[in-house]
């Protein structure tokens, strides 16, 4: 997490399920919707402190009392109401900066120089995941709004069933998402999908573009708590394509593969010369001449010049 100076000093590693490296940063707090609720928010070095790990499903909403746990940031003024946004929020430039400049005005510490050098630090390998299992298998898992899935598409080989599936989205603006039910399983709840689902859904709504991040999270959550909840999704949604052709040339992408790339390169291969895409009605092949240009542009034979003048 060191990528400045502030991070080496906060000591802060959400993978390791430290937040917060003082009081006074971040508090737990609770909502709900009964009438004299009274909330009692829970500093989050507290918090922390008793709580090793926190469930996925921490700030869902308990349906028979409405209560709802949620993240409150005091140093920028946030709700986070999920596990993942505290994670990225935790984990962003800014709330660093603010956070070590409130440590600093606690402790009086003198204020770091602007120029100063960021400590680099090697990048942790990426822990390995079971492909074997499928999309629904892992969201059933996951505490997280996983809306749109309508529009994915999950790949079967036919002729081998027990290799893993294959995944791709075809919602507009999304249709570069492919890969395995881990990679579709990260593509589902981020903020991308969740905003092309919405502008799917309402094409004249022009506010959706200048939205923050946090708040398409919170009306995906809203969308997904309307249809029921987590425990209600619909997985018979996703396509079932069992189709061995379709499922190899997936499987066989470049890790590097876009939707833009692949049309860059169907392009290039139209304009090539002698390209298969070329229309072979023209009648024309090159490297050839018709009679009109031996006898008009090279000259022919005194016959062939008569002939052509009659």
Not at 156 to 183: F, Q, V
Request: glycine share 8%; proline share 4%.
């Amino acid at each position: 997490m060191a990528l400045q100076s502030e991070r080496q000093d906060l000591k802060v590693d959400p993978d390791k399920g430290i937040y917060v490296e003082m009081e006074g940063i971040m508090q737990v707090r609770y909502s709900c919707e009964e009438l004299g609720f009274e909330d009692w928010p829970e500093d989050f070095m507290n918090f922390q402190a008793r709580l090793k790990k926190i469930s996925e499903v921490f700030c869902l909403k308990d349906k028979e009392t409405t209560m709802q746990a949620y993240f409150y940031c005091m140093v920028c003024n946030g709700e986070l109401k999920s596990l993942r946004s505290l994670k990225e929020h935790a984990s962003g430039n800014k709330h660093i900066k603010k956070a070590c400049e409130k440590k600093r005005q606690i402790l009086d510490l003198p204020q770091e120089p602007q120029n100063a050098p960021r400590v680099k630090k090697l990048k942790k390998e990426r822990p390995r995941v079971d492909v074997g299992l499928t999309l629904e298998q892992r969201l059933e898992e996951c505490g997280e709004p996983a809306i749109g899935l309508e529009y994915i598409s999950e790949y079967i080989n036919p002729k081998k069933p027990s290799d893993h599936p294959m995944y791709t989205c075809r919602l507009e603006g999304c249709k570069s998402a492919w890969g395995t039910s881990d990679d579709m399983q990260n593509h589902v709840k981020k903020t991308k999908h969740h905003r092309c689902f919405f502008r799917k859904m309402f094409p004249a709504d022009s506010r959706l573009g200048g939205l923050t991040c946090a708040d398409i999270l919170k009306m995906a959550a809203e969308y997904e708590e309307g249809q029921g909840g987590s425990e209600e999704r619909d997985y018979e949604v996703i396509l079932l394509v069992r189709d061995y052709q379709k499922y190899m040339k997936l499987r066989d992408r470049k890790p590097t593969w876009t939707e833009k790339n692949a049309l860059l390169e169907v392009e290039g291969e139209r304009d090539r010369p002698g390209s298969r895409f070329l229309n072979r009605n023209s009648g024309v092949r090159r490297g050839t001449n018709t009679g009109v240009g031996r006898v008009g542009r090279v000259g022919g034979t005194e016959r062939e010049r008569k002939d052509c003048e009659e």
